[in-house]
């Protein structure tokens, strides 16, 4: 009998190089595989694609030196095989030997039994030169990123680049929101404790508990019943500083795929009115599920939040949440291959889309009421770049540095409008938010 | 002169395994009657054949002998081989689904079936009789090379067109291979 081991190489290959060379989403290109491996099989092949991801440059940089010349576009198949390759005698535990001979055999699984002997060869090398352990020049290579954000993160953020970038390259942890309206997050943290998981709390957001160990959901207590949600701690913000002063009519536009409206709806109480739009007809059915799940109900619309003339009946909402379709640059560790598919360009496109959102949003918000700003980016284009320039040619708007709590400041960086939580503090992902109070004339 | 297990190890050899559609590995294999040192040569030869290509089970049938023999090493660090002559499933129970590869089918693996747990009968290498429990993958790998002794495939358990697919591909890879020499 042959052993799958091999095929989880070849199938992490595939996805690699689905990404690298076809452009596709980490998550999509998994989704698309991952049948082909066997279900006990499944980690590994994340772990071996999320690794080789996340290790890119490093990788490419180690296998231009192995390579005498670089392999042809037709064989990029393989030229992914070996980072996966390399990534395993690197940065995991699998014996040498295994890593070497599954990988191997991968090759001829992929249908190049002719370069098997290559990828054997450069793999052993790899081990008897140390070529890990030389030092390296090429900048890209050394923090693993691509030369546009290295700029970009530098010119932002001066001081705190390097441990945004190293951030950037860690593991994230896995954060609950624990539901509110029927037990305290303390509370859920003795459920946790009885099913022998350890965990904490964060002061500053009151909902969040931090597994010491990631785990599925099915292991945790009540999480079908919506006890409980997996949502990043910095996620859990908005809905908190939103919910402040008890607004009752609600909007979340670009809900998908509906955490922050969860949470709203958890925080929201007796006669509260949620509307959650996105434009996205496939995300939304996630809104539904995930607000199924909790048992708690919203008005769930198919909207573009940039033009309201389409779906808004004329009500101003009391509170909008705008959770800006962004770079995601706050969330690399959580998605590297976004170092990967975004472009410098991507940018500026992003942050013309963003402004326009909420200009358009502004509209649908009534007099004394709030717009929080939300975004998962850390380049300041995306974020105080657009508040600020809406600030300027929007006179009925204001911004609330008010912050929910006073715990909080210890995790926010003060921007020139609005805060920063930058990726790694305290363990939580990199968001921005900037509070908007529409002026009443 | 041959002595202590370096001399051993380098007279043992790598066997060719047959390929499937090869009609060999139809052939249905015959009981062992006597467990000599030819056998136990055979058996080395068996392992180090395996753990090359790399597998973890490998039925004699699989390299042209058509004897009831069959060795096994499920670890990740060659650390529990296992021969096992003349063995016989005495009691199955349980079922489980395991994505199945062959080395005689290189590059192929889909779902079968197979009982979870079984309690298998054979000769050891010093020809005494025992029983085995097994479970898990070394249950399944067990009875994917019972399989092979029966002249029977983890094809065989698929649809007619899948096994027609499989067999065209390897027969015209064979090809492109004999053209490439």
Redesign the interface.
């Known amino acids: 009998?042959?052993?799958?081991?091999?095929?989880t190489r070849a199938v992490a290959a595939e996805v690699v190089d689905a990404v690298v060379s076809g452009g596709q989403s980490l998550d999509a290109a998994i989704a698309e595989r991952e049948e082909?491996?066997?279900p006990t099989?499944r980690s590994l092949l994340r772990m071996l694609c999320f690794g080789t991801i996340r290790k890119h440059w490093q990788l490419q940089h180690w296998i231009s030196q192995l390579l005498g010349r670089p392999l042809k576009k037709r064989d990029s198949v393989i030229n992914a095989l070996l980072a996966v390759g390399l990534f395993q005698l690197y940065d995991t535990r699998i014996?040498d030997h295994?890593a070497v001979?599954?990988t191997v055999?991968a090759a001829?699984?992929l249908?190049r039994?002719?370069l098997a002997g290559l990828l054997n060869a450069c793999m052993r090398r790899f081990g008897r030169e140390k070529i890990a352990e030389q030092a390296v020049a090429d900048e890209q290579a050394r923090w693993n990123h691509p030369q546009w954000l290295l700029e970009t993160l530098r010119k932002d953020w001066p001081a705190d680049h390097e441990a945004i970038l190293k951030a950037n390259d860690s593991r994230a942890p896995m954060w609950l929101r624990v539901n509110s309206a029927r037990q305290s997050a303390a509370a859920y943290l003795a459920r946790l404790a009885d099913d022998d998981k350890t965990a904490e709390l964060l002061e500053g957001i009151p909902d969040a508990v931090r597994l010491t160990e990631p785990c599925s959901v099915e292991e945790l207590p009540g999480f079908m019943d919506g006890d409980a949600s997996v949502q990043d701690a910095a996620a859990q913000i908005p809905a908190r500083w939103l919910m402040a002063d008890r607004p009752m009519r609600v909007l979340d536009a670009c809900a998908a795929p509906g955490g922050k409206s969860g949470h709203l709806l958890e925080l929201g109480g007796a006669g509260f009115e949620l509307t959650a739009i996105d434009s996205d007809a496939r995300r939304i059915e996630r809104v539904r599920e995930n607000h199924a799940r909790i048992g708690l109900d919203a008005t769930i619309m198919v909207a573009d939040a940039s033009k309201p003339r389409e779906w808004w009946d004329g009500r101003p909402f009391d509170a909008v949440l705008l959770d800006a379709p962004c770079s995601a640059t706050g969330v690399i560790r959580r998605h590297p291959d976004i170092k990967l598919l975004r472009r410098a360009s991507d940018i500026d496109d992003l942050s013309a889309l963003q402004g326009a959102a909420l200009s358009a949003l502004w509209q649908v918000l009534a007099p004394g009421g709030r717009l929080l700003y939300v975004t998962c980016s850390v380049l300041a284009t995306e974020n105080d770049g657009v508040v600020q320039g809406f600030l300027e040619t929007n006179d009925d708007a204001v911004e609330d540095t008010v912050l929910p709590n006073n715990n909080i400041r210890d995790l926010m960086r003060r921007k020139a409008c609005g805060y920063q939580v930058l990726p790694g503090t305290a363990g939580l992902d990199g968001f921005y938010y900037a509070c908007l109070v529409k002026k009443v004339s | 002169m041959v002595n202590g297990p370096k001399g051993l190890l380098e007279i043992m050899a790598k066997l060719k395994i047959l390929e499937f559609p090869d009609p060999r590995l139809r052939k249905k294999a015959a009981p062992v009657e006597v467990v000599d040192d030819a056998l136990r040569v055979l058996i080395g030869d068996m392992f180090e054949t395996m753990y090359d290509a790399p597998g973890i089970g490998l039925a004699a049938t699989q390299v042209d002998v058509h004897k009831r023999l069959l060795v096994a090493d499920v670890s990740s660090d060659k650390s529990e081989p296992f021969a096992l002559i003349n063995p016989q499933i005495i009691e199955k129970d349980g079922v489980t689904v395991t994505d199945e590869g062959c080395l005689s089918v290189p590059g192929y693996y889909e779902s079968v079936e197979r009982a979870e747990h079984i309690r298998v009968r054979f000769l050891d290498r010093k020809g005494e009789a025992v029983e085995m429990d097994a479970a898990g993958l070394l249950a399944v790998c067990i009875q994917h090379e019972i399989d092979h002794l029966d002249g029977r495939l983890f094809v065989d358990y698929l649809s007619e067109a899948k096994r027609q697919r499989i067999r065209k591909k390897l027969e015209k890879e064979r090809r492109n291979a004999a053209v490439a020499l």
């Open positions: 009998m042959a052993n799958s081991g091999a095929r082909r491996v066997s099989d014996p295994a001979s599954q055999e001829r699984q249908r039994p002719k």
